[in-house]
């Protein structure tokens, strides 16, 4: 009886704070309400009653201006405000409002843009606020009508951190709010690709809107990136390239973002803020980011923002050696090198250099039976990246549908990486191909090694067959496009051991581009260029040049030894032997 009565009373109580909210002759009335209510809520019930009477008021509180005696000291009525939003978004049947998520959108970014002056249990709740507005498709929705994402998210983002340290000795934990804010909504869009929340958030928000917010949003970070750095350089990064994801996921839904001219202020501050990390001293883990950046800006922003001008900056001064005391003086060519500006394509020589590296990284203890996440992410950057390159740099103006492909794509002319790259930075170009092309050679060699001995190893351990092993690991995909990339360019014959090892490996090529399924790709009809077509296969009404006799499957072996003439001999013999081997 006694329980009953106390919970009769209580719900005598919730009535009466919900009578003060809506009826209240006064804002003080409803004040005292929403105190009231706040310590006595206590079931799910009663929290949404509270909600639909005490919205509107909660609402009139996030706007008001605090109190003449609490100024600098944060927003009496808006700290009110956010602590019992903070207590609705923790019901799931709350969260459905589209007006619950409407005020907490407004009270987060009120607390959270610039000149707020919010104290620190503000700034708490309202980024818990926002993280469970975000997190709905209404709430993204309303975030990117009323454009907080990039005018109050990414401009907190861009805010010196209070304690700054060197970049090498950042912790990741020391990430502003806002920075965790924006990758919750890039993750969000991200994850909605292809499925019913994707179709629930555009339905509320135009892709086009969606785009034009991250893309924005992009830019201020990109531009924090080059103006300092403190402990949220890392948390910024991170925030960027969820922006860059959720960005072109957008693009798949609205019409294809045009390239960006090399002169568009997006381009310009991506290569300030990537070009800014990339020519000083980073963790592994950053450089990866970067990279892992660059990649998604040339797949969604197109080839030309990378061209332009750029913080990197040609090494000057004594060699290393003259450190300790040792006289080293500078070459000519060195001298020469120091002396010239650094060109329109030094930030791209550096992305094709630090790919190739962190490729061969990422190769040189694979085939392994598990694949690290950080392999699992850098290695697609990089695969991006360099084929990009490959193609970009073997372009020829000259060639069929160039002009128009150019003129299509906004102006990119085919050869506009190779026209801005320097005769060294070509050369070291060249020299990155090759080196990733023995990498990934010696991971298939590998990988087809393993699949070869499983194979033989098969019978005797589970009866298989020796023949149906094939290669087979989480990497083979992407490293066999990659190579094949470079396979088909007329530079891969600059080392003809390489091309020869590469032909070996044909088979393993071909069978990851059967496993690729699908409409078969433009890097698997590459590879069809390398297929040998049976004689039993060229049809009757196939031409050949006058007087050319018709194909067979005459091999080497054969037709020396029809050209010898049945002559007989050790040397002849040997050698006979030795053709047959390799056919």
Not at 59 to 73: A, E, I
């Amino acid at each position: 009886m006694a329980v009953a009565s106390a919970s009769a009373g209580t719900g005598q109580s919730i009535e009466h704070c919900c009578g003060l909210l809506q009826k209240g002759k006064s804002d003080e009335e409803r004040f005292v309400g929403l105190l009231l209510a706040s310590k006595l809520v206590a079931e799910p019930a009663e929290l949404r009653r509270v909600c639909g009477a005490a919205l509107p008021f909660v609402h009139r509180l996030v706007h008001s201006p605090p109190p003449p005696d609490t100024v600098g000291n944060g927003n009496l009525y808006r700290g009110l405000a956010l602590s019992v939003l903070a207590s609705f978004v923790t019901d799931a049947e709350l969260l459905s409002r589209s007006d619950l998520l409407s005020c907490a959108v407004a009270a987060g970014a009120s607390a959270l843009g610039a000149g707020a002056d919010a104290s620190a249990e503000e700034a708490r709740d309202a980024a818990t606020v926002l993280d469970a507005a975000l997190r709905q498709p209404a709430g993204l929705a309303e975030a990117v009508r009323t454009r907080v994402v990039s005018t109050v998210l990414a401009s907190a983002s861009a805010l010196p951190a209070e304690s700054t340290s060197p970049l090498a000795d950042q912790d990741q934990a020391q990430a502003p709010p806002a920075c965790s804010l924006l990758i919750v909504a890039s993750e969000l869009i991200c994850a909605s690709a292809g499925t019913p929340l994707g179709d629930a958030i555009f339905s509320l928000a135009h892709p086009h809107a969606v785009r034009s917010e991250f893309l924005a949003t992009t830019s201020q970070l990109a531009l924090a990136l080059g103006a300092s750095r403190d402990a949220a350089t890392a948390a910024r990064l991170g925030a960027l390239l969820a922006a860059l994801r959720a960005a072109e996921v957008c693009n798949g839904r609205a019409d294809e973002l045009l390239p960006l001219a090399a002169t568009d202020p997006l381009s310009e501050a991506l290569r300030l803020g990537l070009g800014s990390l990339l020519s000083s001293k980073i963790q592994p883990a950053i450089r990866a980011d970067v990279l892992c950046a660059a990649s998604a800006a040339l797949a969604l922003l197109g080839p030309l923002w990378v061209v332009g001008p750029s913080p990197l900056r040609r090494p000057s001064g004594p060699p290393p050696r003259a450190a300790t005391g040792e006289s080293v003086e500078l070459t000519a060519d060195a001298r020469r090198i120091a002396g010239l500006p650094t060109g329109h394509g030094a930030l791209l020589s550096l992305l094709i250099q630090l790919s190739t590296v962190e490729w061969c990284m990422c190769l040189h203890d694979q085939p392994a039976d598990a694949v690290s996440p950080h392999v699992a992410v850098v290695l697609p950057a990089c695969c991006g990246v360099l084929e990009e390159a490959l193609f970009r740099l073997h372009a020829d103006a000259g060639e069929e549908g160039d002009e128009e492909e150019g003129q299509h794509s906004g102006g990119a002319p085919p050869t506009c990486w190779l026209d801005v790259l320097t005769d060294d930075e070509l050369l070291s170009a060249q020299r990155a191909f090759q080196s990733m092309a023995k990498a990934g050679l010696e991971y298939l060699e590998a990988v087809r090694a393993e699949a070869a001995a499983a194979s033989r190893a098969g019978p005797a351990v589970a009866g298989a067959d020796c023949g149906s092993a094939e290669p087979s690991h989480p990497l083979l995909l992407p490293v066999s496009r990659l190579l094949v990339a470079w396979l088909v360019q007329p530079s891969a014959f600059a080392s003809m051991q390489l091309y020869d090892r590469a032909n070996a490996v044909l088979p393993t090529l071909q069978h990851a581009a059967a496993s690729a399924g699908g409409q078969p790709a433009a890097w698997v009809r590459e590879l069809r260029r390398f297929e040998r077509v049976p004689p039993s296969a060229v049809g009757a009404a196939a031409h050949f040049p006058r007087g050319a006799p018709p194909p067979s499957d005459e091999t080497m072996a054969d037709m020396f030894a029809k050209v010898m003439g049945g002559a007989s001999g050790l040397e002849a013999d040997a050698l006979l032997r030795e053709l047959r081997k390799q056919q």
